[in-house]
T-cell receptor
């Protein structure tokens, strides 16, 4: 069964600095998708960034980028120039398009941004 | 379209009572998911619909839980004979497409408290 592990329950970063959130996963599939979702306090989860496993190039969305290491089954999120609005829970998620079509989430990392 | 809508936002019920939650997905989305999220944990998969067909149910979904999606539109999640362990945030998400290239949109959730 696929699993997703986020080993950092909480991280802090100074405003304008860079922070990296870690995620590892386990799967025997070769084609899949990985996501980072952001859940602000009392608000719904929103997609931050998405990576397709067959693409070697790391995805980038403005200040957010990933380091996707397929062989190591690692998928970290880098947030550059951190802003106060980045404070939230961040969830790493795995999606298998050939199997059950469900998202498997990690336990999350709470990111605090210090002014 | 204002996104995925869930009702109610909060529900407090006495142990042993039945509760029903509603999810209105984004109108053109044919796939709908229910997840449960407890404090400090990531969302756990409960069930998944493609149009009106319920394609998968988690083993977490005991016989007290039932979900429907009549006519492939809104969905309901009912919990019978609630227990204190059912206290959680219940999240609904919807998406379109058959692979992971389309994102899942989440509602704000229904927070259930069983007293």
């Amino acid at each position: 069964a696929q699993t997703v592990t986020q080993s950092q329950p909480e991280m802090s970063v100074q405003e304008a600095e860079t922070v990296t959130l870690s995620c590892t996963y386990d799967t025997s599939e070769s084609d899949y998708y990985l996501f980072w979702y952001k859940q602000p306090p009392s608000r719904q989860m929103i997609l931050v960034i998405r990576q397709e496993a067959y693409k070697q190039q790391n995805a980038t969305e403005n200040r957010f980028s990933v380091n996707f290491q397929k062989a190591a089954k690692s998928f970290s999120l880098k947030i550059s120039d951190s802003q106060l609005g980045d404070a939230a829970m961040y969830f790493c998620a795995y999606f298998d398009p050939s199997g059950t079509y469900k998202y498997i989430f990690g336990t999350g990392t709470r990111l605090k941004v210090l002014a | 379209d204002t996104g995925v809508s869930q009702d109610p936002r909060h529900k407090i019920t006495k142990r042993g009572q039945n509760v029903t939650f509603r999810c209105d997905p984004i109108s053109e989305h044919n796939r709908l998911y229910w997840y449960r999220q407890t404090l400090g944990q990531g969302p756990e998969f409960l069930t998944y619909f493609q149009n009106e067909a319920q394609l998968e149910k988690s083993r977490l979904l005991s016989d007290r839980f039932s979900a429907e999606r009549p006519k492939g539109s809104f969905s309901t999640l009912e919990i019978q004979r609630t227990e204190q362990g059912d206290s959680a945030m219940y999240l609904c998400a919807s998406r379109t497409g058959t692979d992971g290239s389309t994102e899942a949109f989440f509602g704000q959730g229904t927070r259930l408290t069983v007293v």
